[in-house]
């Protein structure tokens, strides 16, 4: 009777011992689960969350920065263009300003010497001046519109050029993460794997010990049975504790490396927003200089036009003071010629009618009509000269 009561109570016991160890295991796998799923949910949140902070700042950042160089090129090329366009506005105004005030002069002096041959020579040298001015100011509006054409695609494709360069690098930032965060994924399931298999080893090799010390020890009291019970509950929970403890740890460690790749990331991320805008500077600079040296050259060429045009007005005015002197000499040497004809005439005239009478002041007439007829015919040859 007692050889059975110790091995019903052997058996009690090991069916006692068999069915803690198995809710002991139970509970750690539940744990187990829970924490990894807890780990997997809290590394897919943090990604996420990662990804969109990250494409929020660079979208924001690179759509401020290309607004901002688009806008600032924009202005420079608006108030250059107006500023151009007002100044070859008032250069124009003040040429035919003064170029009419010329003709103006030129045109009275003309009428007054030369009468409407000057006049026509006049008005024909302002329209063909108007016609050189039209075609000049239609050729500067085609190049500042082929410009200004040529200048907006050039921001276009640069623009272009930026926006896939960043797309592309997001694109493999944001692949390099999700890679590193699959192998960090892949390492903490194999050391999973690991730890249960180790934790298996160790709860057969415990089961092992608790068969062997049951065999041996059948024949113990109560007490002792107790006491293994106890101290069988205590390894327990120190194995409980210890793995809690390594969760612990290992979640810490995973927390670290997410640490570390996200501060990895934010300095890479930095580091190429830096040098992109030291790009978008340099281009900027590049533009603005292109510009100043364009508006140096545009400056210097309309200097040399105006010294050109100063020396050619310059030119046409001692001509026309040449030609109204020469004009002016000549006819007070025909005026002074038909006088002095004039009065060789009337002398004649009036020797003829006292010496001849009728007859030879009929003749005499006669002969001054032929004169004055050949007066005519010579200032009108001297006019077409």
Request: proline residues 0%; without cysteine.
């Amino acid at each position: 009777e007692l050889a059975e009561v110790k091995a019903a109570l052997a058996a009690d016991r090991e069916a006692a011992v068999a069915g803690a160890l198995d809710d002991g295991e139970n509970a750690l796998a539940r744990e187990r689960a829970r924490h990894v799923a807890a780990l997997d949910a809290a590394l897919l949140d943090q990604e996420s969350r990662l990804l969109e902070e990250h494409d929020a700042r660079t979208a924001s950042a690179t759509a401020a920065a290309l607004e901002d160089q688009a806008a600032r090129l924009r202005e420079a090329h608006d108030a250059e263009v107006a500023a151009q366009r007002e100044a070859r506005d008032a250069e124009v105004a003040a040429r035919r300003e003064a170029h009419a005030a010329a003709l103006d002069d030129a045109g009275a002096t003309a009428a007054a010497a030369e009468r409407r041959r000057s006049a026509d020579a006049a008005t024909a040298h302002a329209a063909r001046h108007e016609a050189l001015a039209k075609n000049a100011a239609a050729r500067h509006r085609e190049e500042l519109a082929s410009r200004v054409d040529a200048h907006a695609a050039e921001l276009a494709r640069t623009e272009a050029e930026l926006i896939a360069f960043h797309e592309a690098e997001v694109e493999a930032a944001a692949e390099g993460h999700a890679a590193a965060l699959g192998d960090e994924r892949r390492r903490h399931a194999a050391a999973l794997a690991d730890r249960d298999a180790a934790h298996a080893g160790r709860v057969a090799a415990h089961e092992a010990e608790a068969a062997t010390r049951a065999e041996a020890h059948a024949s113990a009291e109560a007490a002792l049975v107790e006491a293994h019970e106890a101290d069988a509950a205590r390894r327990a929970g120190a194995h409980a504790a210890r793995l809690a403890d390594r969760d612990a740890a290992h979640a810490a460690t995973l927390e670290r490396h997410e640490a570390a790749a996200a501060a990895r990331l934010d300095a890479e991320l930095s580091r190429r927003a830096a040098k992109h805008a030291a790009a978008l500077a340099d281009n900027e600079a590049e533009l603005i200089a292109y510009h100043e040296a364009e508006v140096a050259a545009r400056e210097a060429a309309l200097a040399e036009e105006r010294a050109a045009r100063a020396a050619a007005a310059a030119e046409a005015g001692a001509h026309a003071a040449r030609l109204d002197e020469a004009r002016a000499a000549h006819a007070a040497d025909v005026d002074a010629r038909v006088a002095a004809h004039a009065r060789a005439l009337a002398d004649r005239e009036a020797a003829l009618e006292a010496a001849h009478g009728d007859r030879v002041a009929a003749e005499a007439r006669a002969h001054a009509a032929q004169l004055e007829a050949l007066a005519a015919t010579h200032a009108a040859q001297v006019d077409a000269a």
